[in-house]
């Protein structure tokens, strides 16, 4: 897919590498040799750029002192960030992950990693954009709801979904995501059996989708269903999202673990998590989850 990207390294035969793996792909580069350069760049023109690929180590500013003012930023909240780094320990992946790189690549990497990565922090992107636009403008009527009950079958139904619940928010343009990401999790996972490693092979080999309308069309998948609840609560919307799956250890993905932080996937939870919902909380084995919205004001 096209893309405006933002290269940011110290080291100038870095900014060389990236340039040759990339010279060949629909992206327009933008290089940047420090960190006070890129924060320039970036202030200039947040919505220039689609996302950035940020080395960590750097004199001046550093890559996790950028990438905290970016985050700070509410211009800048929504940008998929990319840290490269040699500095792989569990710790700093770690800091770097709650800072907001949700994306990793350990230096050295190979041209097939670095587009992996790249497609899926664009493809994520692209989806929330979306998502977005999906919604329209019926938040008052929505909000004189006294309770509802969805259920869907496919992850165009996850996202149709999501984006008119999402209507009833707060902030709609973050909850639109977190609804998204679990109610396809709900699909994918859930009712369809596609764990975390299968899909990361599945993103590397560009089969994600074929493999789930693969599976959407089997016997026994066909009245498999993933069903929202939402219903008014006194500090906003309480929502309950079940599948039919026999669920999954929930627990490891609360947080994105180091060493999955290099994958193009397992991340839909901790974004939800983090920024669509005041409370999360898994029931029994996995596939019910109860959360809390924060309300729009009427």
């Known amino acids: 897919m096209s893309a405006s990207l933002l290269v940011i390294d110290d080291e100038p035969i870095n900014l060389e590498i990236i340039g040759e793996y990339l010279e060949d792909e629909p992206f327009e580069l933008t290089l940047a040799s420090s960190g006070e350069q890129a924060w320039t760049l970036l202030d200039a023109g947040p919505d220039k750029y689609d996302a950035v690929v940020l080395d960590r180590m750097m004199p001046g500013m550093s890559g996790i002192q950028l990438l905290r003012r970016m985050k700070s930023d509410p211009r800048m909240e929504r940008l998929p960030v990319i840290m490269q780094t040699a500095a792989a320990a569990p710790e700093q992946v770690a800091e770097g992950l709650a800072a907001g790189a949700y994306y990793y690549l350990i230096k050295p990497y190979e041209r097939t990693t670095l587009l992996s990565i790249i497609n899926a922090a664009l493809e994520d992107l692209t989806r929330w954009d979306d998502l977005t636009q999906r919604m329209s403008h019926n938040v008052l009527a929505l909000s004189l709801m006294s309770e509802a009950n969805f259920s869907v079958r496919t992850l165009e139904e996850a996202q149709a979904v999501a984006g008119l619940v999402a209507q009833v928010a707060a902030e709609p343009e973050t909850a639109v995501m977190g609804l998204a990401e679990l109610l396809v999790n709900g699909v994918e996972h859930g009712n369809l059996g596609i764990d975390f490693s299968t899909k990361s092979r599945l993103k590397h080999e560009e089969a994600w989708g074929r493999e789930v309308e693969h599976r959407l069309a089997l016997p026994e998948n066909q009245d ?52 669509a919902f005041t409370q999360m909380t898994y029931k029994g084995n996995g596939n019910c989850v109860e959360l809390l919205m924060p309300a729009a004001r009427r």
Do not use: C
């Open 224 to 275: 498999k269903r993933v069903r929202l609840h939402l219903q008014p609560d006194d500090e906003g919307w309480k929502i309950t999202i079940s599948d039919d799956g026999v669920g999954f250890d929930w627990q490891s993905f609360l947080e994105v673990a180091p060493e999955r932080a290099f994958a193009p996937n397992g991340r839909g939870i901790v974004l939800a998590r983090k920024l």
